[in-house]
């Protein structure tokens, strides 16, 4: 199958390498510059694709830390990857008119950092019940591209053909919004969860009603961080239309346009 047929069949695509070049660098170099002083003792000479893997010394103080994750998140480099016409040119590969939804983030996860791990969660239980227009029934694919590597024990993972179910009804997670459906390891399959690996620069893309989590904490804990963007393009000719909604996620949206 190819990208298109996996995304829509399965709710998922490959591994997709994205050549963004300069563009990635940049974005590197500026993490790089925010963090030196908080990595383990290196040689600053080495190569950026080397530096973007040091771990740190200890995991950074919560203000910060939001204040390097502001500056990163408002950035020209990170604007310039995200309306790139390489990231374009890869939603061409699901979407005929991919158009800048006007959500993305960078996101640095460390293990001791449980507010940046989300549960299981389908990324359109926060679009739905948006008030804002331009979010709501757009439907948005998330490209989730690795800026240093990521592996089994810091990835995320995505669930197999669970776009095809329903807009479950997600619990609130303070600190993160509507980010926990509940029960649900009793409709997952554990041979549909895969587990993303990916280089640098590699993406996957998946639906927005594809359940999804960052891959818990595990034992082996040490200070790398796993940098990652998620990118959000819908298509402007509606390629995922109606979707079945729980009921209960319905009258959250009546309950929500009443207040
Ligand atoms: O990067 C993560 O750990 C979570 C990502 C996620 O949920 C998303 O990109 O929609
Ligand atoms: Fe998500």
Request: net charge positive.
């Amino acid at each position: 199958m190819n990208d298109k047929e996996l995304f829509f069949e399965r709710g998922f695509t490959n591994n997709i390498k994205v050549e963004l070049g300069q563009k990635l660098t940049q974005l590197q170099s500026l993490v790089y510059d925010l963090t030196k002083d908080l990595l383990i003792e290196h040689d600053s000479n080495q190569p950026i694709k080397q530096k973007i893997k040091l771990p740190f010394k200890t995991v950074p103080r919560g203000d910060s830390w939001s204040k390097i994750m502001n500056t990163v998140n408002e950035s020209i480099q990170l604007k310039d990857v995200i309306s790139s016409d390489e990231i374009k040119n890869t939603f061409k590969r699901i979407f005929s008119k991919p158009v800048l939804f006007e959500i993305s983030a960078f996101r640095a996860r460390f293990p001791e950092q449980s507010r940046v791990l989300y549960n299981w969660h389908q990324d359109e239980g926060t679009w739905f019940l948006s008030k804002k227009k331009n979010v709501t029934e757009k439907f948005p694919a998330t490209l989730w591209l690795s800026i240093n590597g990521s592996d089994e024990k810091n990835s995320i993972q995505v669930v197999g053909n669970t776009h095809k179910l329903k807009l479950f009804n997600h619990q609130w997670v303070d600190g993160q919004g509507f980010f926990k459906i509940n029960n649900i390891n009793k409709m997952i399959k554990e041979d549909d969860i895969h587990t993303v690996k990916t280089e640098e620069s590699e993406c996957l893309i998946f639906h927005p009603l594809t359940i999804h989590r960052s891959v818990p904490v595990s034992e082996n804990i040490d200070l790398r961080p796993r940098y990652s963007l998620d990118i959000r393009y819908f298509d402007d000719n509606l390629s995922i239309k109606k979707v079945n909604v729980d009921f209960r996620v319905k009258l959250k949206k009546i309950f929500r346009g009443l207040i």
